[in-house]
Every structure is written in structure tokens, then in C-alpha cells.
């Protein structure tokens, strides 16, 4: 996974390396496997709606000590493919379709979404011919 920040600390937790570094933005990658990182993301995770858990960027940046950039929407829809991806993996979600969650929308839908979007974006960024 991949972070996109103007400052971060001196010193980067085990799990996050940056990768590149300009004037205005960092660039960071983070193992979301590390044993490390998910056990932040388990102190972090709270209610984001009505039985929607998550953890939210702002509280991730903040406790990474980084603060986050404003990023062009192709790099939004990258990092939400990301979390998206994280998601439907996590065990938690697994355990909570195991036990019968059958949400209107599921996670493919939202995958697809993205999808769309990326594809339009791509479209726009194209010349006309």
C-alpha cells in the first residue's frame, strides 16, 4: 500500500519505507502485512457509520506523524482499489459474511466502480483524436 504525504517523521515505523522524496510530497510504502502495521490498524479501527468499521485516514496519518496530501483523483482511486482489496480480505469481513451478511451492495460492486471511474479517467486524460 502506498502512502502519499508532505511531511513524515525522521524516523518511519518498521513496516513503512519511503520510496520517493521531492520538494512536496513523500512517497511511502507501507507492508500491510506486517504484524505491526495491522495491530495499529486494529487500535485505530473504529465505527466510521452505523456498522461500518474502518479506520480513517486522518487518524492513520496522525499517528504515523505524517500529514497527508492533497493527491489528483487517478491516485484516490488507486489507494481506494488498495483499501478496497484490504477489505475483502481482512478476517473480519470474511467472519461477517460467514455469518450471513448480505449487503445490497457487496465488494465487487464497489471494486467495479472504480474500475469505471479509473477507465474514465484514462478516456479524459487521452488526446481527442
Known amino acids: 500500500m502506498k502512502l502519499y504525504a508532505k511531511t513524515i517523521p525522521q524516523t518511519l515505523p518498521a513496516w513503512a519505507t519511503t520510496v520517493t522524496k521531492s520538494a512536496d510530497l513523500f512517497e511511502v510504502e507501507i507492508n500491510d502485512e506486517h504484524?505491526?502495521?495491522?495491530?495499529?490498524?486494529?487500535e485505530l479501527e473504529t465505527e466510521i457509520e452505523?456498522?461500518?468499521f474502518g479506520v480513517k485516514a486522518e487518524h492513520l496519518c496522525s499517528r504515523l506523524g505524517t500529514e497527508m496530501s492533497n493527491l489528483n483523483l487517478h491516485q484516490l482511486v488507486e489507494?481506494?482499489?488498495?483499501?478496497?482489496?484490504?477489505?475483502?480480505?481482512h478476517?473480519?469481513?470474511?467472519?461477517?459474511?460467514?455469518?450471513?451478511?448480505?449487503?445490497d451492495l457487496n465488494i465487487?460492486?464497489?471494486?467495479?466502480?472504480?474500475?469505471?471511474?479509473?477507465?474514465?479517467?484514462?478516456?479524459n486524460r487521452e488526446p481527442s483524436a
Open 108 to 123: 465487487a460492486d464497489a471494486q467495479t466502480a472504480l474500475t469505471y471511474l479509473q477507465w474514465e479517467l484514462d478516456r
Open 35 to 42: 504484524p505491526g502495521f495491522q495491530s495499529l490498524l486494529e
Open 91 to 103: 478476517p473480519h469481513y470474511e467472519q461477517l459474511l460467514e455469518t450471513g451478511y448480505q449487503p
Open 79 to 89: 489507494q481506494a482499489q488498495t483499501l478496497i482489496s484490504l477489505i475483502a480480505t
Open 50 to 52: 452505523p456498522g461500518t
